[in-house]
């Protein structure tokens, strides 16, 4: 494995290689590789894993002295998290098989980074491939346009006939050139305008046809593609999801497969339209006045590199005023989400002349920009119309030749003028192409993602007994840095468990993933003797009953809330969930009772109003399995205790796992686990761990002195402790 | 008790200053740092690894002491509180645990898919890297400097905008 070696030559060795009988270190020379060191796998008394901030090492203890084995920056973290991982199993048994296993995050064929979580390279991918799967995926219905496509292209056709009849009416019935009478009459002239009537006619009724079309089908297309995602995203993991934020999710529902489709059934048949109207008329043009059409159609190329330019330069522009503008918003915005902040701190002023920058800023980019354009425009018009004077001398000249007719004239300035849209579309099309690509791979950057946590083929739902056992697991967020390390805890039904400790030492975690909401590392979790893996996730949710710290409630009415977690209960189970939480008698106080409507435009709940209700959602579906994230954190000590006398009631022969910092609400507990740099530091009764002294004795003894010291006092009753 | 709770507190909320007279750096065989208290009893506390509080605005003042379980151990108000032997050290320390390459120039910036590959070449030699979410991962941190943090990780600096060669300015200009 290669570590990039800092120039400031800290690292011993470019090389390092890691084989079962010890490491050898090597530097790159011209011919190839020079060994500096060998170092034998039990001469390592021990190996780490060490994060700076952009940059990481491996570093090793030998011989009671420390050394690094090898430096580089950030990119090589996985790698070395790795190999750390391997030397520190060989080095307990050098015979053991390890697999090098780091996940890969660089796509083989073009070695540039994978999106996060993903297997496909959003480069390598055959575009083709992609465009077939998102037909299919969003049921395009392409055979319609298809057909509004060829229909639309034949009366193109048609309309190229149009401005040759117009060169007959004018040459022939106007202004005839010859004085040869062709024993025309006024009727035929009448026939070729109801001809060119009827033809346009045509055409605009295609027209609306066509647009029709693409309207119905790009819509359906966009609503199945919307919901697909949304199936998709829901169905990730907690890990996948939290990676991204809501907006940006709410925002690849909505615009990107808005995009994509709009490209899909609008762009490209236009553009195969628009391809076809250019070629006919060109072809058109050069069978009349091959010169003519030269000179109309040789700027073309220029034109479209000069809107090019145009568009960049004036994207510039326009791009800094909108982030100007953005940046005005965002203190506005600050301002007033935060302005009882303000006042509280009396920085009004200070906050106006923050505004008062930004708005000035925005006024002077805006009047920039202005003049800038307005200086620039009438130039850029001039330049594109030139070709214009050129053709008109041209054409005067040969008029007055006699060569060419006025109709002849007119009619190529009508072929012009239906060159007109093909240009304008040639020249927005790399944009558009650019805009549709990128959402496309947004689209598939969620549809492709591997769940985290997903069913096996064969996941059981059986019904749980509640016998929970944490085996010796290991986890972290983080590939480098564990949060827990071998915890290993059982609980029976019956059981109450509470978790102490620090303000994150990882007892959250713990719970998430008896939850199942991330995968442990290492060791396993065991519910009924049976590896929560193994169970469908749909089994493990609708049996464990939650109640977490941060309480969501949905905009609903307060019945839709509670009953969310059983949308099935009888109105008697919901009311009897909220009575057993304390929720009940708030609820009827309430003019509209159960039928309140809640969120920003309805009533908005106290914290713990909330809370009871989040208490009451989550023992509505009877879960054999309970978890209280700081359930009654919100609570006064009162309300706490109301609920308190619940709880026993409701903890009684189901398996409590509760997280609290009050030591109070764990005096239910008939088993306290104590947390200590996410490891497990104590683990017994109230009692037995009061008496042994130590991290928890220490825990009560803090919290008596705040609550001392803060006027309220600790209905615990002190054990016999001899201190 | 009042008593106790006060220098409790105040044990708490002081600075715990680390200067010459009340310790000693040197640097290990391998070139790690390690830190001796002086005092009545001299300690020797370690390895030792260094901190910077404000990291953009001042990087070698209010430089936190850890030892190797993140345990404060102090705060260096600044390096050239030390004699010039204890100041390399420091500094050693300093570049072993923070690594962001200064861009000189950017070649090209590609955008692609959503991610953009970047080009440059920076005061450590030439480099391409690419970033996930660009608007995102480019940080004003200063009046005119801005860090970009890479897909992995990786950080790089632009210190000052205003004299960044202009070419490169340009390529970089609209996700300011």
């Not at chain 1, 639309?152 to 040459?171: A, M, T």
């Not at chain 1, 056992?469 to 509470?498: A, Q, R, W």
């Not at chain 2, 050693?92 to 120039?105: D, E, G, K, T």
């Amino acid at each position: 494995m290669a570590g990039f070696p800092l120039s400031d030559g800290s690292a011993e060795a470019d090389v390092f290689a890691v084989c079962k009988g010890g490491i050898v270190t090597a530097t790159a020379t011209k011919n190839g590789f020079q060994t500096l060191s060998w170092h034998p796998m039990d001469q390592i008394q021990s190996v780490e894993f060490s994060m700076g901030v952009g940059c990481c090492e491996i570093i090793f203890e030998k011989n009671d002295t420390l050394h690094t084995l090898s430096r580089s920056h950030a990119g090589a973290k996985t790698a070395y998290v790795e190999a750390v991982r391997c030397i520190r199993r060989l080095m307990e048994d050098t015979n053991s098989n390890v697999i090098f296993a780091a996940r890969m995050t660089i796509c083989p064929n073009c070695k540039r980074p994978l999106p996060q979580g993903s297997s496909n390279c959003p480069r390598c991918a055959d575009k083709k491939h992609l465009f077939r799967r998102l037909i299919q995926l969003s049921h395009l219905r392409y055979w319609l346009l298809l057909f509004s496509t060829l229909l639309f292209i034949l009366v193109s056709l048609l309309e190229l006939v149009v401005p040759k009849l117009k060169q007959i009416i004018i040459d022939d019935y106007i202004q005839p050139t010859n004085d040869v009478n062709r024993g025309l009459t006024i009727s035929t002239l009448a026939w070729v305008v109801v001809l060119m009537a009827a033809s346009n006619l045509l055409i605009n009724i295609i027209k609306i046809f066509r647009n029709n079309t693409f309207a119905t089908v790009g819509n359906s297309a966009v609503i199945t593609l919307r919901g697909k995602l949304y199936e998709r995203i829901q169905d990730m993991s907690l890990a996948g999801i939290s990676e991204k934020t809501a907006g940006e999710l709410i925002n690849r529902v909505t615009q990107d497969t808005r995009e994509i489709s709009s490209f899909l059934s609008k762009t490209l048949p236009t553009l195969v339209e628009q391809l076809l109207i250019l070629f006919s008329v060109g072809t058109v043009m050069f069978l009349y006045d091959w010169r003519l059409a030269l000179m109309i159609l040789l700027p073309l190329p220029v034109v479209i590199v000069v809107f090019r330019v145009l568009w960049r330069f004036t994207h510039r522009l326009y791009h800094r005023q909108w982030v100007a503008n953005s940046d005005a918003n965002t203190v506005l915005y600050d301002i007033f989400q935060g302005i009882r902040v303000v006042k509280v701190f009396g920085n009004e002023k200070q906050e106006i002349e923050k505004y008062d920058v930004a708005a000035k800023k925005v006024a002077d980019i805006s009047v920039k920009n202005e003049t800038v354009w307005s200086l620039v425009m009438p130039y850029a018009n001039f330049l594109l119309g030139l070709g214009n004077f050129i053709v008109l001398y041209y054409v005067g000249n040969r008029i007055l030749g006699g060569e060419m007719s006025i109709g002849d004239m007119t009619m190529f300035s009508a072929y012009v003028s239906l060159l007109y849209t093909p240009i304008r579309w040639a020249a927005r099309l790399p944009r558009m192409l650019v805009r549709a690509t990128t959402s496309m791979s947004k689209v598939f950057d969620i549809m492709d993602e591997d769940p985290q946590v997903a069913d096996k083929s064969t996941a059981v739902h059986p019904v749980i007994q509640g016998y929970v056992d944490v085996e010796d697991i290991s986890f972290g967020y983080n590939e480098y840095d564990d949060v827990l390390k071998h915890v290993t805890v059982s609980i029976k039904p019956g059981e109450m468990l509470g978790i102490v400790g620090p303000s994150g030492v990882g007892k959250s975690t713990l719970i998430n993933l008896i939850m199942r909401l991330y995968d442990v590392r290492e060791g396993s979790i065991k519910i009924d003797g049976i590896d929560i893996r193994d169970y469908s996730q749909d089994a493990l949710r609708s049996q464990i009953g939650v109640v977490l710290q941060e309480t969501f409630l949905f905009s609903g009415t307060i019945y839709e809330n509670l009953a969310y977690a059983k949308p099935s209960a009888e109105r008697e189970e919901v009311i009897r969930a909220a009575k057993l939480s304390g929720a009940h008698s708030f609820i009827m106080k309430l003019p509209d009772a159960y039928n309140t409507k809640l969120g920003e435009m309805g009533y908005t709940v106290s914290g713990g109003e909330r809370q009871r209700i989040s208490i009451a959602r989550a023992i509505l579906h009877n879960p054999r399995i309970l978890i209280l994230d700081e359930a009654t954190s919100s609570l006064d000590t009162e309300t706490e205790k109301s609920i308190q006398d619940a709880f026993t009631n409701l903890i009684q022969d189901r398996t409590t796992i509760a997280i609290a910092h009050r030591l109070s609400t764990l005096r239910n507990a008939t088993k306290l686990l104590v947390l200590h740099k996410g490891r497990v530091a104590e683990i017994g009764t109230h009692e037995e761990l009061m008496r042994s002294n130590g991290i928890y004795y220490g825990l009560v003894m803090a919290q008596r002195q705040m609550s001392r010291m803060v006027g309220t006092d600790e209905k615990i009753k002190p054990p016999e402790d001899k201190t | 008790m009042e008593n106790m709770e006060n220098s409790r507190l105040s044990k708490i909320v002081s600075m715990n200053r680390l200067t010459p007279e009340n310790c000693r750096f040197s640097l290990s065989s391998g070139g790690f740092l390690l830190m001796e208290r002086l005092g009545e009893t001299s300690e020797m506390m370690g390895r030792v690894i260094l901190h910077r509080a404000f990291p953009f605005e001042y990087p070698e003042s209010f430089l936190a002491v850890m030892d190797t379980e993140q345990n404060e151990l102090g705060v260096i108000q600044d390096v050239t509180d030390f004699d010039p032997e204890t100041r390399q050290f420091l500094r050693c320390a300093l570049a072993r645990r923070y690594y962001m390459p200064i861009i000189v120039r950017i070649d090209s910036i590609k955008e692609r898919f959503g991610f953009s590959y970047w080009k440059c070449k920076t005061d450590q030699g030439d480099v391409s890297f690419s970033v996930k979410d660009t608007y995102r991962s480019i940080l004003k941190v200063g009046e005119n400097r801005i860090v970009i943090t890479d897909a992995d990780g990786a950080r790089y600096d632009i210190p000052d905008l205003i004299h960044f060669d202009k070419k490169s300015f340009r390529k970089i200009e609209l996700y300011l």
